[in-house]
């Protein structure tokens, strides 16, 4: 568990590296985060649900995608309290609103999840991450994009990530899978694959611009750490442990759900920072305390999991 998010960590070290070497500059990075965000992701999503899903699981498991929803909205609902005690304003709100509410919901989760459900986990955290992908293209966005206008925002909420998220479940719900040609599948899977370790690079690339300012032991980095990474994952296991001692809530879906809220703060958000002309510093900064730190919360927490879970893993 520990080996998968030093995997990340490394892939950030090696974008530090590039730009302390000179490899990579302001402008590179630029360019960087608009293929990323314009190209690399939108296939990674697409390309995951027309091959990772099918109509009956898509229409079997719609409670996932509002399990998302109501992950989201604890990290949302906490972080807004937490500005509005602090009186933050400006991209120092609107970036802790972000990662309050968007996690690592993708790249750190997968491992886990194909771990605890081989056969089904991968396709289930596709269903799942639909809430997540629309809530991240509408609301998500709009923390980004606080200082353009009301046509700006709408123009910016119809992105080529959303565009694929829909045109994906469309395609699924009437079975089209089957028509996509392979050659295209496999482009896009490709081009997919780029998305985490461009990502991180970027990431790492902005973390060398602030040095050993990366990782600050300050208020907003604290408080965000305890949102993310204590006080949401602890709140919904909670909810989990109720739901499945007393309904009939499919098991799988629970792990799914448990799983996902113990991520750390999603790391494309420094790209879509430095797209959309945000705070990129302060986003790394997010990024880098939430995973050092998650090492230890998620393992505390997989722990809880795994033995609550014995009779079904």
Known sequence: MAGKILFLVILMIIGIILKLKGKVTGHSILDLSRINMDIFWPALIFSSIITGLDRSVLLNNMLLPFSAVVTAFTGLSAGLLICKINKWKGTRKSIFLYHSTINNFVFLVLPFVTYFLPERG????????????????????????????????????????????????????????????????????????????????????????????ALKFDKWNIQLGLLRLVFVPGVLAVITILLFRYTSISKELLIIFMTVNLAPVSVNAVSMAVYYNSDADLAAEGVVFTHLFSMATMIFFFWIMKDFFTSFI
């Not at 991450?129 to 909420?157: A, D, E, P, V």
């Not at 119809?158 to 295209?184: D, K, R």
Request: glycine share 8%; net charge positive.
């Open 122 to 213: 991968a396709g289930l955290l596709f269903v799942h991450n639909l809430g997540y992908m629309i809530i991240l293209w509408t609301i998500g966005i709009s923390f980004m994009t606080h200082n353009l206008t009301f046509r700006q925002k709408l123009k910016q909420l119809f992105s080529n990530g959303l565009i694929a998220t829909v045109s994906g479940i469309v395609i699924v719900l009437f079975n089209f899978n089957n028509y996509v040609p392979e050659m295209a599948v496999e482009i896009l899977n490709t081009l997919g694959k780029c998305t985490v370790p461009v990502a991180m690079i970027i990431a790492g690339a902005r973390i060398a611009d602030l040095g050993i300012k």
